[in-house]
């Protein structure tokens, strides 16, 4: 027997590991190792909860991603949502179904990825599970935060005559993705953005706290349609701007080679930045929001969502945003 597999170790010298690594914090009661997690909370705050799950072969493909970084992401994709709403993130619950041919030490490096993107941003791992899978690796996160009450940021308060903003920038991470398929290595700054998106918690607080934004969300599909999902709930239109898009320096690099590219900026997906809308028309004035925002369309009256090319006409974007079941 490979004594760098799971049997050896087991299912509870696993958990004991990891509930080593875990750490306290000040508001978890009790942590890894009881039936429950309990947590202390704050009367002035209210509570955040959001569920991700991430297959092998449906979110990620082991060939172009190392075990530590998919711990990274796999923290970051969960926490980006108490991101969008502008909350600090607490407590994780990791859930991880483990194929055979997964080892102690892939599973370790996993483990250390996902605590050490979690400490960054202040929170900590409170509980999970684990268990053997027949199939693909399948790790299921959720993650707890809170938010002063009343100050959450949600997808339905965009108001007509608001401007849009986006942070960073747009596209990278599709563009690496293509690559990658296409059997090419990808540069190296994209694949970062591709591999381990970091998430925007305190540019969220910071625009929770100042009450900056409509309406938000992050950019997991694609800013289309995601901008959508915000346009819907509030019952308005937009209108973008195709020349006001933030690329980064290698988008820009392979978009002179392929115009078409353009469209992994309107539709690609797995952006992770903050999209929001706001009665402030100079936000991105403002230096302190970290990272910067660009403003790159604004909110209307008239339903659905248009997008202006380069020389002021309507542009046709080729690609929808991504959808599990189209
Ligand atoms: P139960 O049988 O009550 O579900 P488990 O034996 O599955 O308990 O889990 C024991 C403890 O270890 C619980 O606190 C649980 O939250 C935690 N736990 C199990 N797996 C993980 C994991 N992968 N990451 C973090 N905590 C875990
Ligand atoms: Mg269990």
């Known amino acids: 027997m490979n004594t760098n597999h799971l049997e050896k170790l087991g299912e509870f ?3 004991r590991q990891i509930q080593a690594q875990a750490g306290t914090a000040e508001h978890l009661v009790k942590g890894i190792g009881d039936d429950c997690a309990i947590q202390r909370q704050e009367s002035d705050k209210e509570l955040l909860t959001s569920t991700d799950l991430l297959i092998e072969g449906v979110h990620f493909n082991r060939q172009w991603i190392g075990m530590e970084d998919l711990g990274r992401k796999s923290a970051a994709v969960n926490i980006s949502d108490i991101a969008a709403m502008g909350g600090q993130p607490k407590s994780l619950f990791l859930a991880v179904a483990s194929p055979v041919d997964i080892s102690v030490s892939e599973l370790q490096q996993f483990t250390r ?10 929170a900590i791992l409170a509980g999970g599970d684990t268990c053997r899978s027949p199939g693909p690796l399948l790790i299921s ?9 009343g100050t959450a940021i949600c997808r339905d308060g965009a108001q007509v005559g608001d401007a ?3 942070s960073g920038t747009l596209g990278d991470s599709a563009l690496a993705l293509i690559e990658l398929h296409a059997g090419r290595r990808p ?3 994209l694949l970062t953005r591709h591999n381990t998106p970091r998430a925007r918690v305190a540019l969220g607080r ?9 309406a938000m969300l992050d950019v997991s599909d694609g800013v289309m ?3 959508g999902h915000i346009l819907s709930a509030s019952g308005v239109g937009a ?11 290698p988008f820009r690099t392979a978009l002179k080679q392929n115009p078409q590219l353009i469209d992994l900026a309107l539709a690609g997906g797995e952006d992770y930045e903050l999209l929001l809308t706001s009665a402030q028309q100079d936000l991105s004035e403002m230096a302190a929001l970290v990272p910067k925002l660009t403003k790159i369309g604004h909110v209307c009256q008239q339903p659905g969502l248009r997008i202006r090319n380069f020389d002021g006409s309507f542009y046709q974007c080729s690609r929808g945003g991504f959808d599990h079941f189209s």
């Open 239 to 249: 209108e973008l701007e195709l020349a006001a898009l933030p690329l980064s320096k």
């Open 225 to 227: 349609s995601d901008l």
């Open 206 to 214: 910071q625009l929770a706290e100042q009450q900056l934004a409509s």
């Open 113 to 122: 990825g996902f605590l050490a993107e979690i400490a960054e941003y202040g």
């Open 187 to 189: 540069d190296a700054y």
């Open 141 to 149: 996160v959720t993650v707890q935060g809170d938010v002063a009450a």
């Open 13 to 15: 010298g696993l958990i």
């Open 164 to 166: 849009i903003y986006v």
